[in-house]
């Protein structure tokens, strides 16, 4: 089945304590990205890549770092969570090296951060 | 299933009715629109998406239409059934269609 998987799904951890939130797809996709939606404010783009080992910030990438090493995986990392990145994340991928047309969205990850 | 739905504008719509849902945005740099829907516990899923060179597109059951002058987008779903309710954003692309930027969304209820 074509998917966009993420892991964990739900996560409640401390202030300081590196943590890594998986995301990969089947689909041979060029273009992945990680978004974070919180309430009355939507989705915003953290970081995006369009390729192998092509990455670029979005609009909210502070406290946030991921790696493009392989076409499938494009691993979230927070090296020192705070409270203030508590929010659900998910991960995006689309077959051209952009977000045109249609990106599929993985489940989601719910992240707390006490 | 995630509270996404809460602090958003609420559109109640009885089912069969047409339904509008309107996005304001403001990156003028935006020159690709999309408009996605969010069932809860659930992703985004494209829905329909324009160039900024149309005005108007339509897909099954939904049309969008694009007012560049006022930077105005809004989705119109006809005959709305039940599982339309959800939340609905819209989305501008820009920077090579690499950036992404989301509106906040509209909820979307569909009274049976």
């Known amino acids: 089945e074509a998917q966009v998987t993420q892991n964990p799904r739900y996560l409640i951890t401390v202030t300081g304590k590196k943590l890594t939130v998986t995301c990969s797809q089947n689909?041979?996709?060029?273009?992945m990205s990680w978004y974070r939606q919180d309430p009355g404010l939507g989705l915003r783009q953290i970081y995006y890549s369009m390729n192998v080992e092509v990455t670029d910030k979005g609009d909210v990438p502070e406290g946030y770092k991921v790696s493009r090493k392989e076409k499938r995986n494009f691993p979230l990392i927070l090296e020192s969570p705070s409270p203030n990145q508590t929010s659900l994340y998910f991960c995006?991928?689309?077959?051209?090296?952009?977000?045109?047309?249609?990106?599929?969205f993985g489940p989601g990850t719910r992240l707390t951060v006490l | 299933g995630e509270s996404v739905g809460l602090h958003l504008p609420t559109l109640s719509v009885q089912e069969g009715d047409n339904s509008i849902i309107n996005c304001a945005y403001s990156?003028?740099?935006?020159?690709?629109f999309i408009w996605y829907k969010q069932e809860s516990g659930k992703g985004p899923q494209f829905i329909i998406d324009i160039r900024s060179n149309m005005d108007k597109r339509q897909g099954q059951r939904v049309t969008v239409l694009l007012n560049k002058t006022v930077k105005h987008l809004s989705l119109q779903i006809a005959a709305t059934q039940p599982g339309d309710s959800a939340v609905y954003f819209c989305?501008?692309?820009?920077?090579?269609?690499?950036?992404?930027?989301f509106g906040t969304g509209t909820k979307l209820q569909v009274i049976p």
């Open positions: 995006a991928s689309s077959l051209r090296n952009s977000a045109y047309n249609e990106q599929f």
């Open positions: 989305a501008g692309l820009s920077g090579g269609y690499q950036k992404v930027t």
């Open positions: 689909m041979n996709h060029e273009y």
């Open positions: 990156n003028s740099a935006s020159d690709y």
